[in-house]
């Protein structure tokens, strides 16, 4: 067996060997780990640092396949040099960038390729692929800082949970039981957690377990019948204080994402319905379908996104601009710089709010388990004394 990083690499090695192959073909396991390492590693970050390098190369003169081979002996690339291996052989053999790209990965989303797409067809692939990897990057940057506003009151539920448990289940019943020996009579407050630790925390593992059964059973139905996810992706913009911040994200990615596509030529329907599909939301996506077809029998861009729910509150006003102008493209990038302020802003707000209100809950069921323990032992002093 060889270890190359396609067909004609292999060949090469085995002819330097002095051996004329008949026939040569990828290892099953190695083209089955191909397709598998390009599906599970492929993610946006790594998709916008293609694009961004790949860009770079294409306005330096070379020809796409020889972008691709400088980018594959890339050592930093590790490997995901054998999954650019996959899509250069895609393109020599006559396919499309932006058809080998879909068919490489389903992480390559639809805008994406048209996006790509419309590059080949007006000969501005490196322009518009350097585009492509400035918002990729934007849209990276987004959701790395969702789940850093998300790590603290995510690790500060935890402890607290391990701490109730711990001193519900342990503490508090073994007082309980030396203080019923000494036939002291116990306080209110340790009857309480005493019978929060005998009745409730048995439960505990049960309603977990439920929660996530709950759970697989609701995804398994959104990816099973479109209507459940839409109903719950609708459900995010009526919670409160949340909702208010979702829908800045949704619109801060839908006029990201439809200013980056008219701006590289795709058609205006097309557009509309594939930033609906960006914001990640069904309900959305939905909706940007529906009044695509609007557009297309003559109805307005500005009309059909006021009619689109959450997004029909203040973009329709930068988009009417904008036809008025000229220049959506603009227009639509300056709502979308509006919705990004926004959306720091009102995360801002909701983690100075949120961080002191958990350390307040937590303090508070600590001090209440704490009491139930220390007003007996006080009491049991008294009696001793």
Request: charged share 20%; no cysteine.
């Amino acid at each position: 067996m060889i270890e190359a990083l396609d067909l004609k690499e292999a060949r090469e090695k085995i002819n330097a060997l002095g051996i004329l192959p008949e026939k040569v073909s990828a290892a099953g396991r190695a083209k089955a780990s191909r397709a598998g390492m390009f599906s599970r590693h492929f993610g946006m970050d790594v998709r916008a640092m293609l694009y961004r390098e790949l860009g770079s190369l294409l306005r330096a003169g070379l020809p796409l396949t020889q972008a691709l081979d400088v980018l594959i002996q890339a050592p930093e690339l590790g490997e995901h040099r054998i999954s650019l291996a996959g899509l250069r052989d895609r393109v020599r053999e006559g396919s499309s960038f932006a058809a080998a790209l879909g068919g490489a990965s389903r992480k390559v989303s639809p805008f994406e390729q048209a996006v790509v797409e419309v590059g080949e067809r007006a000969g501005t692939l490196e322009e518009i692929l350097e585009r492509l990897a400035t918002f990729m990057e934007e849209q990276v940057r987004v959701a790395e800082r969702v789940q850093t506003a998300l790590i603290y009151p995510l690790v500060v539920l935890v402890l607290a949970v391990v701490i109730i448990v711990v001193l519900l289940g342990v503490m508090v019943p073994a007082m309980g039981r030396m203080l019923s020996e000494s036939h002291i009579p116990l306080p209110f407050l340790t009857r309480v957690m005493m019978f929060g630790g005998q009745w409730i925390l048995p439960l505990l593992a049960p309603v977990l377990l439920g929660g996530v059964v709950w759970g697989m059973a609701l995804r398994r139905q959104m990816a099973q019948r479109a209507e459940v996810r839409e109903n719950w992706d609708r459900k995010w913009f009526s919670l409160p204080l949340v909702g208010r911040a979702y829908a800045y994200l949704v619109n801060l990615r839908f006029a990201r994402t439809l200013a980056l596509l008219l701006r590289g030529g795709v058609p205006l329907v097309e557009g509309l319905a594939l930033a609906g599909r960006s914001t990640g939301n069904a309900w959305i996506h939905r909706m940007s379908m529906e009044q695509a077809e609007q557009v297309r029998h003559g109805s307005s861009l500005s009309e059909a996104v006021r009619r689109m729910g959450p997004l029909g509150a203040s973009l329709p006003g930068w988009i009417r601009a904008g036809e008025a102008s000229g220049k959506l493209e603009g227009l639509l990038d300056n709502a979308a710089d509006r919705y990004q302020q926004q959306w720091d802003k009102m995360i801002s707000r909701l983690l100075s709010v949120l961080e002191p209100a958990l350390i307040i809950l937590v303090g508070g069921f600590v001090l209440a388990i704490s009491l139930s323990i220390l007003m007996p032992v006080l009491q049991l002093n008294k009696t001793l004394m």
